[in-house]
């Protein structure tokens, strides 16, 4: 009874919040006249030129973040270098930062060096660059870490060149990894929102942009549908392909005779080595140094004049950006508690395995496969029957879903760890359920749980996608909201103001990453 009880809130939780609003988009787009609105719209010369583009885009950004990711991963993986763990948290700061941020950063670099990052697919490119490459770096880095060295060795002996080695034992042993990032990436960039509003503007529209507009600009549900259905297509068959290569990922962890990892040798792995490290600089931190930068530019000086339009009241805005700001970190808390009660039940449920937990576990990964804009639009959709659409709750409540992945991700191997024999000892001494989970479980998962609880938090900050769908009225107007109508307005005030609100945005997404990457527990990852 105590189990049911237990999983009853999180599958309630995620049949209203993720199932329902999933499937009324479904609904929506065969409504009517069935599959053929989908295959109507999708042969519209607009929706294939926007399809072409979002495919186009998507392609080069995962060939890009490849090519400028894997030097990087390959002098994290091979060398030991004073500051190495100091270049890897870098390398993943970006990741952890919101997508709004990351475009207001790129289009500062490209402001700082007189070029218009403004419809600019160069620009698109360097964000999902920017924000992709940690997915290469630590994904095929960690992997090419674990890598049992001794055939290499044993090819050296036997007079094989640094290039041979590579190409005949290193490359193929990393390939399915390499593919696997690579298909990451790709689905990414493909369901990019807040990179291609900022950056690309109208003349740069992708499916994702194209649901919002057609959704809340021109209120065509069926169109909007029909878009979410084809995205939700390519993303399923995209999960399955990761899903598959993930499988192929063997021998890589375990029976490595010493660390891979060694001190360069030689002018050439010194060359390597800092190029590697020239590329990680001119990638990651240019442009976020250069955001910081930009925004205590006033003028032909430098002063803190665009931080202190924060606090004032605008007509562009309906509130001042620090209410904006203090709205995001409200929410930010709520959905935090919400994915972390519903996580810890969810979890708990998962780890006892079974036809239930394998569906609980696959229903709280849907959220990362979904993205963001089209769970926003499900909820437009599914919930006009309650007219819960105007509850400011729907916010926090949708980037609860968001994070609750996380949450899993942190708490469920923490869970399957605990032995057994410890809950039957308690249970044998008398103890009741709940207290074998608050004397024996909640110790041994605080750190997870904590984990967690950062991850969602971190992600609420910075949720652009689905708020830009449900926020209504000043009490919802966030944070990543304000950054893009500041950055869509003509004016270097404005955009000073952006960029001064998007690091304080990011300096706290950055704070909560840092604090989780000191108290995570064993075996919990970022990526």
Do not use: C, K
Request: charged share 15%; hydrophobic share 60%.
């Amino acid at each position: 009874m105590a189990r049911l009880a237990v999983a009853i809130v999180p599958a309630a939780f995620l049949g209203v919040f993720v199932v329902w609003p999933i499937g009324a988009v479904f609904v929506r787009s065969l409504e009517g006249v069935g599959l053929s609105r989908i295959m109507e719209v999708a042969g519209r010369s607009s929706v294939q030129s926007v399809v072409a583009f979002t495919l186009i885009q998507a392609l080069a950004s995962a060939a890009l973040t490849l090519a400028i990711g894997l030097p990087v991963a390959a002098v994290l993986a091979r060398f030991r270098f004073r500051g190495r763990s100091l270049v890897r948290a870098t390398m993943v700061v970006p990741f952890v930062l919101p997508t709004v941020v990351v475009a207001s950063a790129i289009s500062a670099l490209f402001d700082r060096f007189g070029l218009d990052a403004n419809r600019s697919l160069a620009a698109i490119l360097a964000a999902h660059i920017l924000f992709n490459v940690a997915v290469v770096v630590r994904v095929v880095g960690g992997y090419w870490a674990l890598a049992d060295r001794r055939i290499e060795d044993a090819a050296r002996v036997l007079g094989a060149g640094w290039w041979q080695r590579f190409r005949r034992i290193g490359l193929p042993r990393l390939m399915p990894v390499i593919l696997t990032a690579s298909v990451v990436v790709f689905l990414f960039s493909f369901t990019s929102f807040g990179v291609i509003r900022i950056l690309g503007g109208p003349g740069r529209a992708t499916i994702e942009t194209e649901i919002y507009r057609y959704a809340v600009n021109r209120a065509e549900f069926d169109v909007a549908a029909a878009l979410a259905a084809l995205q939700l297509l390519v993303v399923v068959a995209l999960a399955a392909v990761s899903a598959h290569l993930q499988r192929r990922v063997t021998g890589f962890r375990g029976g490595r005779s010493q660390p891979l990892a060694r001190p360069p040798a030689g002018w050439r792995q010194h060359l390597l080595l800092i190029g590697g490290l020239a590329i990680a600089a001119v990638v990651v931190v240019l442009p976020l140094g250069v955001l910081v930068e930009r925004s205590l530019a006033v003028g032909d000086g430098y002063g803190i004049d665009h931080y202190r339009r924060l606090f004032v009241d605008g007509d562009l805005l309906p509130v001042s950006a620090i209410r904006a700001l203090a709205n995001s970190i409200w929410f930010a808390m709520a959905a935090m508690v919400i994915a972390s009660l519903v996580g810890l039940a969810a979890a708990t449920t998962v780890a006892r395995g079974g036809m239930v937990g394998r569906a609980f576990e696959v229903l709280t990964l849907v959220p990362l496969g979904v993205s963001a804009v089209t769970l926003g639009f499900g909820y437009l959709v599914a919930f006009t029957v309650l007219d819960f659409r105007r509850s400011i709750w729907l916010v926090p409540l949708s980037h609860a879903v968001i994070g609750l992945p996380f949450v899993l991700a942190a708490v469920v191997p923490a869970l399957r760890s605990i032995d057994p024999r410890l809950r039957e000892a308690a249970a044998t001494l008398g103890a009741p359920p709940v207290v074998v989970h608050r004397r024996i479980d909640w110790p041994l998962i605080r750190t997870a749980a904590t984990t967690g609880a950062g991850f969602a938090l971190a992600v609420s900050l910075g949720e652009f996608g689905a708020t830009s769908f449900l926020a209504r009225g000043r009490n919802a107007f966030t944070a990543p909201l304000a950054v893009f109508r500041l950055m869509s307005q003509p004016g270097a005030t404005l955009r000073g103001q952006a960029m001064a609100l998007s690091v304080i945005i990011g300096a706290l997404v950055a704070l909560v990453a840092v604090i989780i990457e000191r108290r995570r527990g064993e075996g919990v990852t970022l990526l």
